[in-house]
């Protein structure tokens, strides 16, 4: 085992040698640069301007602009290439910026339109960063490009949350000296703290995209860890209140449903008509009530389906905007995984089980229907955030037909359930936090309860160079049979911590890290964990470079060496090494190189599905590239190409994938992904082969299959934007992923595979070959009529499509798949913005 443990020892020495080498030298990356705080002075205006993309100088001029904006990127320290002067204005009412962004080539300005919160398209950009309580490390950001299109995100420790949405207006226009940007910013859209003078902290950003360059009025030293914590400051704000945050959004929604699938004598058109709202309130100057009542996602964005041939779940990503927005404070580490709440019901596998005698299943819902949803959240004056989260699902039934009487009965596959998450979180100086969360499921019908509990801190020193991070869980389940014989098992326990020691600044970073889970922690009640029972450390350096070196204007190189282990018993799992060499071409094409290696022989205790079974793998090598042009071009490129490569079993895996972008002109953007992976010599589980022998009795041998797996995907994402506030995008998806078995092994107690002998071959028969295919359309129409207001339209076409008869021809299989049974779905939703204010105001006019 020395031979496992020899290569971490030596990575780890060769860390702590780096450590104490970088720390006795006066290199000033070995702490955050001293760079002057700037400040901007604001002023109360009497007259508010007009949102109008003209900068009317008896009102702008009244205070002093923000200049001498300096580059993040490329060539970063160095003074923007362009002038740009912000003002800054206040009144009892809003935040008013101001922006006149000179250019020396003002009919160069690009102006690619996008979709709201699109981020940075092909076209110039302002943003205005805001930390309303000045504790470097929460901002509200707002930015709006050229074209007019707005983005807003949440800044919360280093995290973006992009789903964030707020009501605020801005206009943007051209002129012969380049562009110019209003924005008002009204107080309901932010919070501060109730203080007679306000301190904020700010910045800039400007975004020049026909010489990709970022810069920022405060500037940002991208060798520096954080982003928040490099602000500038506004002082000059006195005598503003929190308004009445009282925010209503009704909709209506009509749905039109037509399912090519269902049984003779069932419709396959169906219909429905939904209402229901959102509603905003500010308890007080820090604290938000979000409320969803009877939510409606219909139009949510469709998965991206896989076959999954792993002991693993699947992770799929939130797309309902109630549980992806304003929820920053819910979403460290992975206690709160949200497409649990309205997810798969806890019992439906288990409904056909429960048919009696002539049963059937006509009915077996597979989500869980949301009664309502809320959710409170802000942060003190003093940093500490508070979170509380709480949703209810109501009880979910199938229904069973007993084909000789016709009478039917529910079969109870999901009780009513209460989920809960509650969270406090202290921000502390240098980008340090110390966060408690605590995340409990609560069921009816005697039907088990969950409940986690954790925390997690993170300490920086004073240069922000190096930082500490630990944190430990506990998971607690109440009435849940954890050993499978039917009964229940009182508490069980498990726990989890992580620490990580890292330096987080500068050229030369590195970090080491260990994490514990124990055999019983389990937090998939509303979390989400892959695999518990687990203890792997690791070490990783890194070495970057900021400025341009060679042909390159970054540069970015990372090795890493980990190893794992059991929680229980303590046994050897895989210890690995990995690296990847990456960075920005001078022509602004990206290139990158990734590589991993497996030395020995690794013990996979999950793959087997009957722990404490093992299965031993072999030796493996990796090794893939990447490339990326500049998206400045109409036609760009993404690619990539990879190999993998293990000798015991001739297993070997190729990929590739290609993705080019077509941008027609500034209303219309075309990208299409394509992406190939063949798995040859594929080794996985397949199941058990019980049966009787005189001799030994029962044999029960768990099945290992080789299998040549080959799987294609195919996308089309495009989008025609009419305007600043109404767009088409569509996504289209093809997913084909097919599994056909050479040969089958038995797996034996060592872990290595034997192959089937020829008396029980012909039972391998009812092992299938797999031929999957999914298949989906979104096409959306959105119109912004109001600001906060909405006109959705949505056709949504969905297809699966799982057989055993492997399709080899793809367009054979893509005409097998449309005839496959079809889901199609119209729908129209309206959502109207009310703010209590602005209601006030007319009715008082």
């Known amino acids: 085992m020395h031979r496992v443990f020899l290569p971490f020892a030596l990575a780890t020495g060769l860390l702590f040698n780096g450590a104490l080498t970088a720390s006795g030298t006066t290199n000033p990356d070995n702490k955050e640069k001293e760079n002057k705080v700037k400040t901007t002075v604001t002023a109360r205006t009497q007259t508010a301007p007009v949102i109008d993309g003209v900068l009317e100088p008896d009102i702008w001029h009244q205070v002093s602009p923000a200049t001498n904006f300096v580059r993040y990127d490329p060539f970063n320290g160095k003074p923007s290439s362009q002038k740009t002067e912000v003002y800054m204005l206040y009144d009892d009412e809003a935040v008013y910026i101001g922006a006149m962004l000179y250019d020396t080539a003002p009919d160069s300005i690009l102006t690619q339109l996008g979709t709201r919160d699109s981020g940075e398209n092909n076209a110039d950009m302002f943003g205005v960063y805001i930390d309303t309580y000045h504790d470097k490390q929460n901002a509200f950001s707002f930015l709006v490009s050229a074209s007019g299109v707005q983005t807003d995100i949440k ?46 902290g700010l910045n800039f950003m400007r975004v020049i995209r026909r010489s990709r360059e970022k810069s920022y009025w405060n500037h940002v030293d991208n060798s520096v860890q954080g982003f928040v914590n490099q602000e500038g400051r506004a002082i000059g704000i006195e005598g503003i209140k929190a308004p009445v945050r009282l925010q209503f959004t009704p909709y209506v929604s009509g749905y039109v449903n037509h399912y090519s699938g269902n049984a003779d004598g069932n419709s396959e058109m169906s219909h429905s008509v939904n209402g229901g709202m959102d509603v905003k309130y500010g308890i007080n100057d820090a604290f938000t009530l979000d409320v969803t009542l009877i ?53 439906r596998g288990t409904a056909k089980g429960q048919l009696e005698a002539h049963e059937e ?73 110390l966060t408690f969360t605590n995340t409990n499921v609560t069921r009816g019908k005697g039907i088990y309860d969950a409940n986690v509990s954790g925390l997690q801190v993170r300490f920086a020193d004073k240069s922000n160079t190096f930082a500490l991070r630990a944190g430990g869980n506990l998971s607690q389940l109440y009435g849940k049979d954890t050993d499978g014989d039917g009964a229940s098992d009182g508490t069980s326990l498990g726990h989890q911590y992580n620490i990580s020691l890292a330096k987080v600044s500068g050229n030369l970073l590195y970090s080491l890290n260990h994490n514990v889970e124990s055999d019983t922690y389990d937090i998939n009640d509303l979390g989400f964990l892959r695999n518990n029972n687990e203890m792997s450390s690791s070490a990783q350096v890194n070495y970057n470079f900021y400025q341009p070196i060679w042909k390159f204007l970054n540069w970015n190189n990372r090795l890493t060496v980990s190893h794992a282990m059991l929680y229980a018993p303590r046994s050897f799992s895989s210890w690995g090494l990995s690296g990847s060499s990456g960075g920005k071409l001078r022509n602004f094409t990206w290139v990158g190189v990734n590589w991993s290696v497996r030395p020995e022989d690794a013990n996979d205790y999950f793959e087997a599905r009957a722990f404490p079974r093992v299965f031993v793998k072999p030796p493996a090598y990796e090794i893939s590239g990447n490339i990326s042009t500049d998206y400045r071009k109409r036609l760009a490129l993404d690619a990539s190409l990879g190999i993998w490569q293990s000798e015991r079993y001739k297993q070997s895996s190729n990929w590739w994938s290609l993705s080019p972008r077509f941008r027609v002109n500034d209303k219309l953007l075309l990208v299409n992904g394509n992406s190939l992976n063949l798995e040859h010599h594929d080794i996985g589980y397949v199941g058990h082969d019980k049966y009787l022998l005189p001799e030994q009795g029962i044999v029960d041998n768990i099945i290992f299959g080789d299998r040549e797996v080959k799987t294609f995907t195919s996308t089309l994402s495009g989008s025609y934007i009419f305007n600043e506030n109404t767009g088409l995008t569509l996504n289209m998806r093809h997913y084909w992923s097919r599994a056909a078995y050479n040969r089958f092994f038995v797996l034996t107690e060592e872990g290595m595979l034997q192959p089937v002998s020829a008396e029980r071959q012909q039972e391998m028969d009812r092992f299938k070959d797999i031929n999957y295919n999914a298949f989906n359309i979104d096409l959306v129409y959105s119109w912004r009529f109001a600001p906060g207001s909405e006109l959705r339209v949505v056709w949504k076409n969905a297809i699966q499509d799982n057989h055993n008869q492997i399709v080899k021809d793809y367009f054979d299989n893509v005409s097998r798949t449309f005839q496959a049974p079809q889901n199609n779905n119209f729908s129209v939703k309206l959502l109207y913005f009310i703010d209590y204010i602005a209601v006030k105001n007319v009715l008082s006019a």
Do not use: C
């Open 155 to 200: 800044l919360s420790q280093n995290d973006e949350d992009w789903n964030w949405n707020a009501v605020w207006a801005s206009k943007v226009s051209r002129n012969e000296k380049g562009w110019v940007v209003e924005m008002r910013l009204p107080y309901a859209a932010l919070r501060f703290p109730n203080a007679a003078v306000q301190t904020w």
């Open 361 to 433: 299943l006509t009915e077996n819902p597979a989500v869980s229907s949301l009664v309502n949803a809320a959710k409170v959240s802000g942060r003190t004056r003093k940093g500490l955030g508070i979170g509380l989260f709480n949703a209810v699902t109501r009880n979910m039934f199938a229904t069973a037909v007993d084909s000789l009487t016709g009478e039917s009965r529910e079969i109870l596959t999901d009780p009513v359930t209460n989920y809960n998450v509650f969270v406090l979180d202290q921000t502390l100086p240098r980008n340090s936090f």
């Open 295 to 347: 939510p409606d996602f219909g139009q949510t964005q469709s998965d991206n389906q896989v076959l999954n041939l792993s002991p693993f779940e699947v992770k799929y990503s939130e797309n309902r905007q109630f549980f992806t927005e304003g929820t920053e404070l819910f979403n460290k580490g992975s206690l709160f995984y949200s497409r649990r709440i309205g997810g798969t019901p806890l019992l």
